[in-house]
C-alpha cells in the first residue's frame, strides 16, 4: 500500500463519515421567531450537539485536506 492509497482511503472514509455526520445534525430552522432572538432564550446547546460539531468541523478539514493533496499531486 503506497502513501497515494493510504490518502485516497482517508478521503474516502472521510467523506462517508461526513456525510453521516451531517444527516445526524439537528434541524435549527428558527423561522422568523430567528430575526428576532426568541429562540436563543428557550434552547441551550447540548454537549453532544457541541461534539458533534467539532467531529464534523475536524472530518470536513481532514477530506478538505486530502482531496487538495491528491489534486496537487503533492503525494
Same mark, same amino acid.
Given at each position: 500500500?503506497? *502513501?497515494?492509497?493510504?490518502?485516497?482511503? *482517508?478521503?474516502i472514509v472521510s467523506a462517508i463519515l461526513l456525510i453521516v455526520l451531517v444527516l445526524l445534525h439537528s434541524p435549527k430552522s428558527d423561522g422568523l421567531g430567528g430575526l428576532s432572538g426568541q429562540s436563543e432564550l428557550f434552547s441551550s446547546t447540548k454537549t453532544a450537539e457541541k461534539n458533534l460539531n467539532r467531529i464534523t468541523w475536524a472530518l470536513g478539514l481532514v477530506f478538505i485536506s486530502s482531496t487538495i493533496i491528491l489534486s496537487a499531486g503533492w503525494v
Open positions: 500500500m503506497t *502513501i497515494d492509497q493510504l490518502v485516497e482511503i *482517508i478521503s
